[in-house]
């Protein structure tokens, strides 16, 4: 079992920066693949990024466009996502995922373990 815990969201004007954080215990993050998504209200979840068990290839969704980081620290057994130049769009809870030796699946069902998420609101 892995649990996944959500840090890092808040609220933040159009343009500016938030790190989040997916800290992982019960197994060594490193021999999972991990996955950002997120929900807006009434609408589906959404890919935004995932990173391979290695952390050798990273995928973003289309609408990322450079804005968006994800990396990955196996000492700390944590995933991060920063993210840059935020806009209201951007508003939603992003939740992390794990699936064992995965290698960037950016389809939900894909994912095996999920955190609580976390809150990102954006004003204009």
């Known amino acids: 079992q892995v649990q996944l815990v959500e840090s890092g969201g808040g609220l933040v004007q159009a343009g500016g920066s938030l790190r989040l954080s997916c800290a992982a215990s019960?197994?060594?993050?490193?021999?999972?693949?991990v996955g950002w998504f997120r929900q807006a209200p009434g609408k589906d979840h959404e890919f935004v990024a995932a990173?391979?068990?290695?952390?050798?290839?990273?995928y973003y969704g289309d609408f990322v466009k450079g804005r968006f980081t994800i990396s990955r620290d196996s000492a700390k057994n944590t995933v991060y996502l920063k993210m840059n130049s935020l806009k209201p769009e951007d508003t939603a809870v992003y939740y992390c995922?794990?699936?064992?030796?995965?290698?960037?699946?950016?389809?939900?069902?894909?994912?095996?373990?999920w955190g609580q998420g976390t809150q990102v609101t954006v004003s204009s």
């Open positions: 995922a794990a699936k064992a030796l995965g290698i960037g699946e950016f389809k939900r069902d894909e994912y095996d373990y």
């Open positions: 990173i391979s068990w290695s952390g050798a290839t990273t």
């Open positions: 019960g197994r060594t993050v490193s021999n999972y693949g």
